[in-house]
């Protein structure tokens, strides 16, 4: 157990809708980093957030979007949901900026159908 | 970007025998990274070893990095079933801040 926690497991919805998908960090790690990975490949990044601010992201549109809030606590919001979005969302937190040891939770499970 | 590729793709061996995975990069890095992932559940992080480091180990895994080939190498000693997992190698530059992962390596370990 890493002691990040996603929520939800699992999630559908139809293309064209809105999505928001939560991670609790571990206490004390003050970046969360969030990925995409679909399904027979590896996670891809998708941005990082350090002291509620973003720290980086990568080759990910607009309509993907996050939130760090003070209490360990984060979100992405993925608007205007296409089929391709279907994947395994993985939000990983760590105590430094930039890309140390990170700690995974177990992943929100996204269908667009 | 700095992405590891894993080799092989799919691996199959027995319980009890060792287990080798090779990763390569591109660029001068600062770390790199070995993870586990189980079927459809988040990564588990195994391994960092440093640019300056040679040989780390932990338990029955064996990591090697040789940067001048730009490449890495995971060792599992006397496998399990429990071992059965896809497994990630994540290079690390100093300008960038995320992990970029390859495809992995699908390791089966059959009892």
């Known amino acids: 157990e890493t002691g990040v926690t996603q929520s939800p497991t699992h999630l559908i919805k139809t293309r064209g809708q809105q999505v928001t998908l939560r991670c609790s960090s571990q206490?004390?790690?003050?970046?969360v980093s969030w990925y995409q990975q679909a399904l027979g490949q590896g996670p891809q990044f998708i941005f990082q957030?350090?002291?509620?601010?973003?720290?980086g992201r990568g080759n990910f549109p607009p309509r993907f979007s996050g939130l760090q809030f003070p209490n360990y606590s984060s979100e992405l919001n993925v608007n205007a949901l296409e089929l391709d979005d279907s994947a395994l969302y993985l939000c990983?937190?760590?105590?430094?900026?930039?890309?140390?040891?990170?700690?995974f939770g177990p992943g929100t499970r996204l269908t667009v159908l | 970007s700095q992405q590891g590729e894993e080799d092989p793709q799919a691996l199959s061996i027995q319980e009890g025998e060792n287990a080798t995975m090779n990763c390569s990069y591109k660029?001068?890095?600062?770390?790199l990274q070995w993870y586990r992932q189980n079927s459809g559940r988040g990564l588990v992080h195994l391994i960092l070893?440093?640019?300056?480091?040679r040989e780390k180990h932990s338990g029955r895994l064996r990591v090697t990095l040789d940067t001048s080939k730009k490449s890495s190498s995971l060792l599992i000693t006397a496998s399990r079933a429990a071992d059965t997992a896809s497994y990630f190698c994540?290079?690390?530059?100093?300008?960038?801040?995320?992990?970029?992962f390859g495809g992995g390596t699908r390791l089966m370990v059959k009892p």
């Open positions: 070893i440093r640019s300056n480091e």
């Open positions: 660029t001068s890095i600062n770390n």
């Open positions: 957030y350090y002291r509620e601010e973003e720290n």
């Open positions: 206490s004390g790690h003050n970046t």
């Open positions: 990983a937190s760590s105590l430094e900026q930039g890309a140390g040891e990170q700690f």
């Open positions: 994540a290079p690390r530059n100093n300008a960038g801040n995320m992990l970029t």
